[in-house]
C-alpha cells in the first residue's frame, strides 16, 4: 500500500500517485540528450516497453527501473543541480533504489 511519504521528493515535489513520482524522478535525472551515465542513449521506444538501447523490459516498472539506473547519479543530484530522492519511512520505490547512492 503507498503512502503519503512515499509520494514526496526530497526536493519539495509532492505527486498525486507513486506513478508521478516517478514521472518526477525520471525527468530531473534525465539528461536533455538522453544519453544514460553508460554513454547510451535511453527512451522509450516503443509501446512494446523498449528502451532506445535495446532493454527490452515486461513490466513498466522494470522500464523505469533501467531508466533509473541509466540516469541516477551517486548522490542522486538531478540535471537541475538539486537533490532528488523519495522522501519515506525507508521504504522507497524498489525501482529507485541503486546501490551506493
Same mark, same amino acid.
Given at each position: 500500500?503507498?503512502t503519503?511519504?512515499?509520494?514526496? @521528493?526530497? +526536493? =519539495?515535489y !509532492?505527486?498525486?500517485?507513486?506513478?508521478? $513520482?516517478?514521472? *518526477?524522478?525520471?525527468?530531473? #535525472?534525465?539528461?536533455?540528450?538522453?544519453?544514460?551515465?553508460?554513454?547510451?542513449?535511453?527512451?522509450?521506444?516503443?509501446?512494446?516497453?523498449? @528502451?532506445? +538501447? =535495446?532493454? !527490452?523490459a515486461?513490466?513498466?516498472?522494470? $522500464?523505469?527501473? *533501467?531508466?533509473?539506473?541509466? #540516469?541516477?547519479?551517486?548522490?542522486?543530484?538531478?540535471?537541475?543541480?538539486?537533490?532528488?530522492?523519495?522522501?519515506?519511512?525507508?521504504?522507497?520505490p524498489?525501482?529507485?533504489?541503486?546501490?551506493?547512492?
Amino acid at each position: 500500500m503507498t503512502t503519503v511519504t512515499e509520494r514526496r @521528493c526530497s +526536493c =519539495g515535489y !509532492a505527486a498525486d500517485d507513486a506513478d508521478g $513520482l516517478s514521472d *518526477h524522478l525520471l525527468e530531473v #535525472f534525465t539528461s536533455k540528450n538522453d544519453v544514460g551515465l553508460d554513454g547510451k542513449v535511453h527512451f522509450e521506444g516503443d509501446a512494446r516497453l523498449a @528502451c532506445a +538501447c =535495446g532493454y !527490452a523490459a515486461i513490466t513498466i516498472a522494470e $522500464l523505469d527501473a *533501467h531508466f533509473f539506473r541509466a #540516469f541516477v547519479a551517486p548522490g542522486r543530484m538531478g540535471v537541475d543541480g538539486m537533490r532528488h530522492a523519495p522522501v519515506s519511512d525507508g521504504h522507497a520505490p524498489p525501482s529507485f533504489s541503486r546501490p551506493g547512492a
